[in-house]
């Protein structure tokens, strides 16, 4: 492989000469890339190239589809291929196909040669025989423009596999290449939003799945829609340590919340794959669907599919527009009745661990790239509604109120009090109405939520129990009728104390840290469904912008994308299951 550094140096010939091949026999895309250099990523260099070829003549274009070779065909059989071509075809099985099987390509070939006048170029990797002879028959349908879209399509993917076969790049800008890439798919033209199963959710799938073919992993897409990339260690009695988060957004997102735990293990196993490292154990990277519960209201779909806990329930479950969850599964192609199929065995696993951006500012304020979680907070969440007296504002004295909004402040000061006394104790009154109020009318009636959470369920519970007390005190003080009703209890999910010293280890092992920081979460993430089926770890990364997340504005630093994954490469070199 070449660095990009020495790519962006060396002169425009070796330039050429270093990636003449990326595009079939058309060394005049490189030609026309070089003096766009410098390029910060594998995917900046493919934009450069393949906005080469957008740009190029009919005449330039149609050479470059001319110039590839048919699927098994005569350059196949007389071994006239070049190199790439060659290693991508055996790739596919495409030199072990069976004689039924050649016969059927070769009559495909005729048959597209003679209705479009240039070969069917499919970029392979991903595909077996029956997938390649079944898209190719589909597509002798297209028309010739709508076909010849598809073949440059198909050749810029294929350079995508080339590009990151040739061209070695620094893991932390890669990571970040990465997002950027993912962004770009949207439900909204201003914003990132990426719902379940929505054009830019499958979309976003389709790219993670190439992510992972470019790392050599196996993969597949599942029925509830995680995308799964597997890195065999050869020991078929090995387990499986998992690792992974979501790839949907809430509305108007940010572009690392859930991702980082997907595309930075992607770019480690493909590093370590290419420099001839080898693992312990069976490593599975799942890009859960859902977790974030924005189009049909329930979250966790892909983990709790995983975990054995998938509610079907949900199934009937409409979106905004009276589709239910089943009828968009069964468009795009997934199967509600085989998700009791993907179910892990626990016994077959060796933990979880997840790295994810920290989403708050504990690492920021204490200058740590990184954070080893002890625990995911559990939650206890309550809304309340209290029902005072309305009244004149100008003609009921003070001291004869019974003012529903003067009983909501102070609930709102008693959470804040009750949730200060203890380390990851958190309480949150994050909604609060007076309905049909005015402002020359006293409050009669006060709505608000409670959000109650701590990574030690004892702490937690302690502070409800202190929160519920006082709102009885309060009620019977303004003689106020005050109705609390659970909308939900989570428990907490501890991390492995095992898991913890590894990813402890790795920090020292790395960046010399002897005393990484420790820290709880407070959001909920995949790995609490994945704690009720094996052990679970969290490695946090920092996050700019004081941590804020679930916002455009959230950010993180390749520098910090790097060291994390370094982090984590020698994790999972060292890792031991317990």
Not at 128 to 145: C, E, L, S
Not at 172 to 197: N, P, V
Not at 434 to 461: F, K, M, T, Y
Request: net charge negative.
């Amino acid at each position: 492989m070449i660095s990009l550094q020495q790519l962006n140096a060396m002169p425009a010939v070796q330039f050429v000469v270093a990636l003449g091949g990326i595009f079939e026999h058309s060394p005049w895309v490189a030609e026309r890339a070089a003096p766009r250099r410098p390029f910060d990523s594998r995917l900046a260099l493919l934009a450069a190239m393949t906005d080469v070829v957008e740009h190029a003549t009919a005449a330039e274009q149609m050479g470059l589809i001319r110039a590839h070779p048919e699927l098994a065909g005569r350059a196949a059989v007389r071994k006239e291929l070049t190199a790439d071509s060659t290693r991508e075809q055996h790739g596919a099985g495409l030199d072990a196909c069976t004689p039924e099987e050649f016969a059927q390509l070769q009559e495909l070939n005729r048959r597209y040669n003679e209705k479009f006048g240039f070969p069917f170029i499919l970029a392979v990797r991903g595909y077996d025989r029956a997938g390649i002879i079944g898209a190719f028959a589909a597509r002798v349908n297209n028309t010739v423009d709508d076909e010849r879209r598809v073949a440059l399509a198909q050749i810029g993917r294929i350079a995508f596999f080339r590009i990151n076969e040739t061209v070695d790049v620094p893991l932390g800008a890669q990571i970040m290449a990465m997002h950027e890439g993912l962004a770009k798919h949207s439900d909204e033209r201003d914003a990132l939003t990426c719902t379940y199963l929505r054009p830019a959710h499958i979309a976003t799938a389709q790219q993670i799945r190439d992510f992972m073919l470019a790392a050599s992993l196996d993969v597949e897409i599942d029925a509830i829609g995680n995308v799964i990339g597997r890195w065999r260690c050869g020991d078929a009695h090995a387990k499986t340590l998992i690792t992974g988060s979501h790839y949907d957004t809430v509305i108007d997102g940010g572009k690392y919340d859930g991702r980082l735990g997907i595309l930075l293990p992607i770019a480690v196993a493909q590093h370590l794959r290419q420099t001839g490292a080898t693992l312990h154990c069976d490593l599975e990277i799942v890009a859960f669907a859902e977790e974030e519960g924005v189009r049909f209201k329930s979250t966790f779909l892909g983990s709790s599919a995983i975990a054995g806990s998938f509610d079907f329930s949900v199934l009937d479950n409409l979106d905004g527009d009276g589709i239910s969850m089943r009828d968009a599964m069964r468009v795009a192609g997934h199967d509600p009745a085989r998700i009791g199929e993907i179910a892990r065995d626990p016994k077959k696993l060796a933990g979880y661990v997840e790295v994810h951006i920290e989403q708050g500012p504990v690492l920021l304020d204490a200058g740590r790239a990184l954070g080893i979680v002890t625990a995911i907070a559990g939650s206890v969440r309550s809304v309340v509604t209290i029902v005072g007296l309305a009244g004149h504002s100008g003609t009921v004295p003070m001291g004869l109120r019974r003012d529903a909004a003067a009983a909501a402040a102070e609930i709102v000061l008693a959470v804040e009090k009750h949730c200060s006394t203890a380390p990851g104790l958190v309480g949150t009154v994050g909604k609060l109405d007076v309905p049909h109020g005015a402002i020359n009318v006293i409050p009669g009636r006060c709505e608000l939520s409670i959000d109650i959470r701590a990574g030690d369920d004892r702490v937690r519970d302690a502070a409800v129990t202190r929160v519920m007390t006082e709102i009885e005190q309060i009620a019977s003080r303004r003689k106020a009728k005050i109705d609390v009703q659970r909308v939900l209890q989570a428990a907490g999910a501890p991390c492995a104390p095992a898991l913890q010293q590894q990813f402890a280890d790795a920090i020292t092992r790395v960046g010399g840290d002897a005393s990484p920081l420790h820290l709880p979460s407070g959001a909920g993430h995949d790995a609490m469904k994945m704690a009720t089926v094996t052990p679970i770890g969290m490695l946090f990364v920092r996050c700019g912008n004081g941590g804020i997340s679930h916002n455009p504005a959230e950010t993180m630093t390749t520098a910090d994308a790097d060291i994390a994954a370094r982090v984590f490469a020698d994790f999972l070199l060292h890792f031991k299951s317990s």
